[in-house]
Nanobody, 123 residues
Framework: QVQMVESGGGLVQAGGSLRLSCAAS????????MGWFRQAPGKEREAVAV????????YYADSVKGRFTVSRDNAKNTVYLQMNSLKAEDTAVYLC????????????????WGQGTQVTVSS
């Protein structure tokens, strides 16, 4: 089964930017819709951004629309999340996952979760 490794997280000031990467191995991501999720302490995991198999359709949570951009490079087996204008409330562990169906909010349809990368935004 495909495995994901996230990277690119860190500590950034409010208003700053980060670019997260999700590198897959053991399979090809071109078979899947790919999603970025986040989980903050004491909160449920939420879908942040999802991109379809070929990269021509996306979903964004209302809280990140206009600030985050999801993209993918199937040749590199990698998915990206460009995060701009970061806010303190974006602080969370960010994870990527794969799915055969495009249902961002149906958690049980997502698999191959990575370990996540911590994003901390200081205000």
């Amino acid at each position: 089964q495909v495995q994901m490794v996230e990277s690119g997280g860190g500590l950034v000031q409010a208003g700053g930017s980060l670019r997260l990467s999700c590198a897959a191995s053991g399979g090809t991501i071109s078979n899947y819709h790919m999603g970025w999720f986040r989980q903050a302490p004491g909160k449920e995991r939420e879908a942040v951004a999802v991109i379809n198999r070929v990269g021509d359709f996306t979903y964004y949570a209302d809280s990140v629309k206009g600030r985050f951009t999801v993209s993918r490079d199937n040749a590199k087996n990698t998915v990206y999340l460009q995060m701009n204008s970061l806010k303190a409330e974006d602080t969370a562990v960010y994870l990527c996952a794969a799915s055969s169906v495009f249902l961002p909010d149906l958690d049980q349809t997502w698999h191959s979760w990575g370990q996540g990368t911590q994003v901390t935004v200081s205000s």
